[in-house]
């Protein structure tokens, strides 16, 4: 069993920065896929980045440049780096802990456990 706790968000000005932080119980953590999910409301959760246990990484074309995901296994924490942040990056987002790679960490199902989420808003 892994448990995930997201901190770090809040509310921005357009053009700002956050950093988004999950950490993750359990002595295994270095073994699992990362990602990063959103949610915005009335919309479904979509895919927005995730880190392998390797440290490869594969972003959403809506974040590429600007968002940027790393983790720091000793730490058991994966980040989640967010700049020129625009009003549509305004969601819950979830961190998601998985085993699998490929196209199948692109989507929710390849993820075993999630956080509770963090609210990121984004003023115009």
């Known amino acids: 069993q892994v448990q995930l706790v997201e901190s770090g968000g809040g509310l921005v000005q357009a053009g700002g920065s956050l950093r988004l932080s999950c950490v993750a119980s359990g002595r295994t953590f270095s073994s699992y896929a990362m990602g990063w999910f959103r949610q915005a409301p009335g919309k479904e959760r979509e895919f927005v980045t995730t880190?392998?246990?390797?440290?490869?990484?594969i972003s959403a074309d809506s974040v590429k440049g600007r968002f940027t995901i790393s983790r720091d296994n000793a730490k058991n924490t994966v980040y989640l780096q967010m700049n020129s942040l625009k009003p549509e990056d305004t969601a819950v987002y979830y961190c998601a802990a998985g085993r699998s790679w490929g196209v199948v960490a692109l989507s929710a199902p390849g993820y075993d456990y999630w956080g509770q989420g963090t609210q990121v808003t984004v003023s115009s």
């Open positions: 880190i392998s246990w390797s440290g490869g990484s």
